[in-house]
T-cell receptor, first 112, second 112 residues
Framework: DAGVIQSPRHEVTEMGQEVTLRCKPISGHDYLFWYRQTMMRGLELLIYFNNNVPIDDSGMPEDRFSAKMPNASFSTLKIQPSEPRDSAVYFC??????????FGPGTRLTVL | GESVGLHLPTLSVQEGDNSIINCAYSNSASDYFIWYKQESGKGPQFIIDIRSNMDKRQGQRVTVLLNKTVKHLSLQIAATQPGDSAVYFCAENLQGAQKLVFGQGTRLTINP
Protein backbone atom coordinates (compact mmCIF):
# COMPACT_ATOMS: atom_id res chain seq x y z
CA ASP A 1 0.00 0.00 0.00
CA ALA A 2 1.27 3.50 -0.81
CA GLY A 3 0.20 4.88 2.53
CA VAL A 4 -1.85 8.02 3.00
CA ILE A 5 -1.51 10.32 0.01
CA GLN A 6 -1.92 14.07 0.23
CA SER A 7 -1.88 16.74 -2.44
CA PRO A 8 -0.56 19.23 -3.05
CA ARG A 9 2.59 18.94 -0.94
CA HIS A 10 3.08 22.68 -0.97
CA GLU A 11 0.58 25.45 -1.58
CA VAL A 12 1.25 29.15 -1.68
CA THR A 13 -1.73 31.43 -2.10
CA GLU A 14 -2.83 34.94 -1.43
CA MET A 15 -5.16 36.04 1.30
CA GLY A 16 -8.79 35.72 0.27
CA GLN A 17 -8.26 32.84 -2.13
CA GLU A 18 -9.90 29.45 -1.80
CA VAL A 19 -7.62 26.55 -0.90
CA THR A 20 -8.47 22.88 -1.30
CA LEU A 21 -6.35 20.16 0.24
CA ARG A 22 -6.82 16.54 -0.79
CA CYS A 23 -6.31 13.22 0.90
CA LYS A 24 -6.50 9.58 -0.11
CA PRO A 25 -6.53 7.30 2.95
CA ILE A 26 -5.09 3.82 3.13
CA SER A 27 -7.41 1.39 1.41
CA GLY A 28 -9.72 -0.38 3.83
CA HIS A 29 -9.32 2.14 6.65
CA ASP A 30 -12.61 3.36 8.06
CA TYR A 31 -11.43 6.46 9.92
CA LEU A 32 -9.99 9.61 8.39
CA PHE A 33 -8.57 12.56 10.30
CA TRP A 34 -7.48 16.08 9.40
CA TYR A 35 -4.86 17.77 11.59
CA ARG A 36 -3.12 21.11 11.54
CA GLN A 37 0.39 21.65 12.87
CA THR A 38 1.83 25.05 13.75
CA MET A 39 4.74 26.25 15.82
CA MET A 40 2.49 27.90 18.34
CA ARG A 41 -0.23 25.29 18.78
CA GLY A 42 1.44 22.03 17.88
CA LEU A 43 -0.63 19.26 16.31
CA GLU A 44 -4.37 19.85 16.50
CA LEU A 45 -7.21 17.64 15.35
CA LEU A 46 -9.60 19.55 13.10
CA ILE A 47 -12.17 16.92 12.14
CA TYR A 48 -12.55 13.20 11.73
CA PHE A 49 -14.77 10.89 9.72
CA ASN A 50 -15.92 7.34 10.28
CA ASN A 51 -17.19 5.46 7.23
CA ASN A 52 -17.29 8.78 5.34
CA VAL A 53 -19.51 10.45 7.97
CA PRO A 54 -18.15 13.43 9.94
CA ILE A 55 -18.11 12.49 13.61
CA ASP A 56 -16.41 15.36 15.38
CA ASP A 57 -15.67 18.74 13.83
CA SER A 58 -15.17 20.60 17.09
CA GLY A 59 -11.58 21.38 16.11
CA MET A 60 -12.49 23.25 12.95
CA PRO A 61 -11.45 26.81 13.71
CA GLU A 62 -14.33 28.64 12.05
CA ASP A 63 -16.81 28.61 9.22
CA ARG A 64 -14.13 29.34 6.68
CA PHE A 65 -13.04 25.71 7.07
CA SER A 66 -15.02 22.82 5.66
CA ALA A 67 -14.26 19.15 5.03
CA LYS A 68 -15.94 16.49 2.97
CA MET A 69 -15.53 12.81 2.37
CA PRO A 70 -17.63 11.84 -0.66
CA ASN A 71 -16.35 8.27 -0.68
CA ALA A 72 -14.07 5.93 1.22
CA SER A 73 -11.01 6.83 -0.82
CA PHE A 74 -11.09 10.61 -0.93
CA SER A 75 -11.45 13.60 1.35
CA THR A 76 -11.00 17.33 0.98
CA LEU A 77 -10.34 20.15 3.40
CA LYS A 78 -11.31 23.54 2.06
CA ILE A 79 -10.51 27.00 3.36
CA GLN A 80 -12.51 29.87 1.92
CA PRO A 81 -11.43 32.62 2.17
CA SER A 82 -7.90 31.89 3.33
CA GLU A 83 -6.05 34.13 5.77
CA PRO A 84 -2.35 34.41 6.68
CA ARG A 85 -3.02 32.83 10.07
CA ASP A 86 -4.11 29.65 8.27
CA SER A 87 -0.50 29.07 7.25
CA ALA A 88 0.50 25.69 8.67
CA VAL A 89 1.20 22.09 7.76
CA TYR A 90 -2.02 20.14 7.29
CA PHE A 91 -1.92 16.41 7.82
CA CYS A 92 -4.38 13.74 6.88
CA UNK A 93 -4.33 10.42 8.74
CA UNK A 94 -6.32 7.21 8.52
CA UNK A 95 -6.87 4.23 10.75
CA UNK A 96 -8.70 0.94 10.97
CA UNK A 97 -11.08 0.73 13.91
CA UNK A 98 -9.57 2.15 17.09
CA UNK A 99 -5.98 1.48 16.18
CA UNK A 100 -2.95 3.54 15.34
CA UNK A 101 -3.35 6.38 12.90
CA UNK A 102 -1.16 6.50 9.82
CA PHE A 103 -0.22 9.98 8.72
CA GLY A 104 0.34 11.35 5.25
CA PRO A 105 3.32 13.54 4.36
CA GLY A 106 1.36 16.74 4.90
CA THR A 107 0.56 19.83 2.86
CA ARG A 108 2.53 22.94 3.73
CA LEU A 109 0.20 25.91 3.24
CA THR A 110 1.45 29.45 3.06
CA VAL A 111 -1.08 32.26 2.81
CA LEU A 112 0.48 35.60 1.88
CA GLY B 1 11.01 21.96 7.39
CA GLU B 2 9.80 23.33 10.65
CA SER B 3 6.91 21.33 11.95
CA VAL B 4 7.19 21.85 15.69
CA GLY B 5 7.48 24.64 18.19
CA LEU B 6 10.61 26.69 18.67
CA HIS B 7 10.75 25.98 22.38
CA LEU B 8 10.38 22.24 22.44
CA PRO B 9 12.00 20.35 25.28
CA THR B 10 15.21 18.85 23.95
CA LEU B 11 17.02 15.71 24.94
CA SER B 12 20.61 15.21 23.79
CA VAL B 13 22.21 11.79 24.08
CA GLN B 14 25.39 10.15 22.95
CA GLU B 15 25.15 7.69 20.12
CA GLY B 16 24.84 4.23 21.57
CA ASP B 17 23.35 5.37 24.87
CA ASN B 18 19.77 4.72 25.89
CA SER B 19 17.22 7.53 25.60
CA ILE B 20 14.23 8.09 27.83
CA ILE B 21 11.54 10.49 26.74
CA ASN B 22 8.82 11.37 29.19
CA CYS B 23 5.26 12.52 28.76
CA ALA B 24 2.56 13.56 31.20
CA TYR B 25 -0.94 13.00 29.90
CA SER B 26 -3.95 14.92 30.96
CA ASN B 27 -7.01 12.72 31.22
CA SER B 28 -7.41 9.80 33.60
CA ALA B 29 -10.15 8.45 31.30
CA SER B 30 -7.68 7.91 28.46
CA ASP B 31 -7.30 4.24 27.65
CA TYR B 32 -4.96 4.13 24.67
CA PHE B 33 -1.59 5.77 24.20
CA ILE B 34 0.72 6.08 21.24
CA TRP B 35 4.23 7.33 20.63
CA TYR B 36 4.95 8.96 17.29
CA LYS B 37 8.23 10.02 15.73
CA GLN B 38 8.35 12.99 13.39
CA GLU B 39 11.35 13.73 11.24
CA SER B 40 11.82 17.09 9.62
CA GLY B 41 9.48 17.62 6.70
CA LYS B 42 7.55 14.41 7.29
CA GLY B 43 4.35 13.32 8.93
CA PRO B 44 4.31 11.63 12.34
CA GLN B 45 5.25 7.97 12.18
CA PHE B 46 3.85 5.37 14.56
CA ILE B 47 6.41 3.83 16.91
CA ILE B 48 4.57 1.89 19.58
CA ASP B 49 1.28 1.89 21.44
CA ILE B 50 -0.05 0.67 24.75
CA ARG B 51 -3.50 0.21 26.22
CA SER B 52 -4.42 1.13 29.75
CA ASN B 53 -4.68 -2.48 30.89
CA MET B 54 -0.91 -2.80 30.48
CA ASP B 55 1.99 -1.03 32.14
CA LYS B 56 4.78 -2.02 29.78
CA ARG B 57 5.14 -2.94 26.16
CA GLN B 58 8.25 -3.69 24.17
CA GLY B 59 9.07 -3.35 20.52
CA GLN B 60 12.25 -3.44 18.56
CA ARG B 61 14.68 -1.24 20.53
CA VAL B 62 11.78 0.63 22.10
CA THR B 63 9.84 0.17 25.31
CA VAL B 64 6.84 2.13 26.49
CA LEU B 65 5.99 2.37 30.18
CA LEU B 66 2.65 3.54 31.49
CA ASN B 67 2.04 4.73 35.05
CA LYS B 68 -1.66 5.43 35.39
CA THR B 69 -1.34 6.49 39.01
CA VAL B 70 0.59 9.61 38.08
CA LYS B 71 -0.61 9.81 34.46
CA HIS B 72 2.88 9.37 33.07
CA LEU B 73 4.13 7.74 29.90
CA SER B 74 7.71 7.14 28.87
CA LEU B 75 9.48 5.94 25.76
CA GLN B 76 12.80 4.20 26.09
CA ILE B 77 15.02 3.82 23.05
CA ALA B 78 17.90 1.40 23.40
CA ALA B 79 21.28 2.01 21.77
CA THR B 80 20.26 5.32 20.23
CA GLN B 81 21.32 5.79 16.62
CA PRO B 82 21.68 8.90 14.44
CA GLY B 83 18.49 7.91 12.65
CA ASP B 84 16.59 8.31 15.90
CA SER B 85 17.00 12.09 15.72
CA ALA B 86 13.50 13.50 15.49
CA VAL B 87 10.69 15.01 17.50
CA TYR B 88 8.77 12.47 19.57
CA PHE B 89 5.12 12.95 20.47
CA CYS B 90 2.99 11.08 22.91
CA ALA B 91 -0.73 10.95 22.23
CA GLU B 92 -3.65 9.85 24.37
CA ASN B 93 -7.05 8.62 23.30
CA LEU B 94 -10.08 9.15 25.46
CA GLN B 95 -12.00 6.01 26.27
CA GLY B 96 -14.82 5.54 23.81
CA ALA B 97 -13.62 8.26 21.48
CA GLN B 98 -11.54 7.87 18.35
CA LYS B 99 -9.72 11.11 19.02
CA LEU B 100 -6.03 11.49 19.77
CA VAL B 101 -4.71 14.41 21.80
CA PHE B 102 -1.05 15.07 21.17
CA GLY B 103 1.54 16.34 23.59
CA GLN B 104 3.88 19.18 22.69
CA GLY B 105 6.73 16.88 21.65
CA THR B 106 10.35 16.37 22.65
CA ARG B 107 13.24 16.89 20.28
CA LEU B 108 15.85 14.12 20.46
CA THR B 109 19.32 14.95 19.20
CA ILE B 110 22.17 12.46 18.94
CA ASN B 111 25.75 13.42 19.64
CA PRO B 112 28.36 11.43 17.72
Amino acid sequence: DAGVIQSPRHEVTEMGQEVTLRCKPISGHDYLFWYRQTMMRGLELLIYFNNNVPIDDSGMPEDRFSAKMPNASFSTLKIQPSEPRDSAVYFCASSLYNNEQFFGPGTRLTVL
Amino acid sequence: GESVGLHLPTLSVQEGDNSIINCAYSNSASDYFIWYKQESGKGPQFIIDIRSNMDKRQGQRVTVLLNKTVKHLSLQIAATQPGDSAVYFCAENLQGAQKLVFGQGTRLTINP
